[in-house]
T-cell receptor
């Protein structure tokens, strides 16, 4: 069965610090997709990234970077030089190619203090 | 290209009333999903629909909840005889193809409060 774990419930950092949000997943499939979504205080869900299981290359997008390691079943998310606007709940999610839906982790609440 | 639309954004019902939540997928998307987010929790899958078909309703409570996605018009999530425990944010997502392959894009959610 699919499962996504985000062990960090809440993280607080001071502006300009780097922060890494952990995501560990479980699946029996060899082909699957991993996602990160951001939920700011306004409540909507913002898509950040999608990564398939065959592509372990790390990705960088501005201040955001993702580290995918199949050996440890992890898909961690790092924000460099955090800003107050990064304050949100971040969800990691997993979908299997022949699955019908996403399985979301419980989320990590990030607070960036000025 | 408008995103996923949900209405109403906020809905207040008294116990025993019915709640109807609407979702219009992104243009070109024929797959719709409903998720529920209880306060301080992650999202839980409820149901996956394509036009006129329920594909997977394994996450839907067996009683009082139903969903449809008619040939014309939005997808509807219907909750009959609401109880306080139904208070939550209900998110709709859509994708152009299969859930396992395509990214799901989420609507802004409907926040249901049951008094």
């Amino acid at each position: 069965a699919q499962k996504v774990t985000q062990a960090q419930t809440e993280i607080s950092v001071v502006e300009k610090e780097d922060v890494t949000l952990d995501c560990v997943y479980e699946t029996r499939d060899t082909t699957y997709y991993l996602f990160w979504y951001k939920q700011p205080p306004s409540g909507e869900l913002v898509f950040l990234i999608r990564r398939n299981s065959f592509d372990e290359q790390n990705e960088i997008s501005g201040r955001y970077s993702w580290n995918f390691q199949k050996s440890t079943s992890s898909f961690n998310f790092t924000i460099t030089a955090s800003q107050v606007v990064d304050s949100a709940v971040y969800f990691c999610a997993l979908s299997e190619v022949y699955g019908q839906n996403f399985v979301f982790g419980p989320g990590t609440r990030l607070s960036v203090l000025p | 290209n408008a995103g996923v639309m949900q209405n109403p954004r906020h809905l207040v019902r008294r116990r025993g009333q019915e709640a109807r939540l609407r979702c219009s997928p992104m243009k070109g998307h024929s797959h719709v999903y409903w998720y529920r987010q209880l306060p301080e929790e992650g999202l839980k899958f409820m149901v996956y629909l394509q036009k006129e078909n329920i594909i997977d309703e394994s996450g839907m409570p067996k009683e009082r909840f139903s969903a449809e996605f008619p040939k014309e018009g939005p997808s509807i999530l219907r909750i009959q005889q609401v109880v306080r425990g139904d208070s939550a944010a209900y998110f709709c997502a859509s994708s152009p193809g299969l859930a396992g392959i395509d990214t799901q894009y989420f609507g802004p959610g409907t926040r249901l409060t049951v008094l």
